[in-house]
């Protein structure tokens, strides 16, 4: 049973950080493309940063020098460093996997607010 389980979502002031982690099981961790999405209340959902296929990543222009996706496959698990954040980071984010097919985690709220 493949489960993407997100953590470290909460409450943060703009210009604080959060890092998310998101821990893989039952897939082949090591070979998967690994991003993370985030959705806003009445928005589509949007990619945020990913790995590419040949290594290395990309970041939304919204993000860029500010969020920085990295991965442990020992550890088989993804993170998203989120700094300076800003009260458009709002939203819940989502992992996503995939290896033959495509999974999700369930998300964590980012909530950016004084």
């Known amino acids: 049973q493949v489960q993407l389980v997100e953590s470290g979502g909460g409450l943060v002031q703009p210009g604080g950080s959060l890092r998310l982690s998101c821990a893989a099981s039952?897939?082949?961790?090591?070979?998967?493309?690994m991003s993370w999405y985030r959705q806003a209340p009445g928005k589509q959902r949007e990619l945020v940063a990913a790995?590419?296929?040949?290594?290395?990543?990309n970041y939304a222009d919204s993000v860029k020098g500010r969020f920085t996706i990295s991965r442990d496959n020992a550890k088989n698990t993804v993170y998203l460093q989120m700094n300076s954040l800003k009260p458009e980071d709002t939203a819940v984010y989502y992992c996503?996997?995939?290896?033959?097919?495509?999974?999700w985690g369930q998300g964590t709220q980012v909530t950016v607010s004084s």
């Open positions: 039952g897939i082949p961790f090591s070979d998967a493309h």
């Open positions: 996503r996997a995939i290896t033959l097919s495509i999974y």
């Open positions: 790995f590419t296929t040949i290594g290395s990543t």
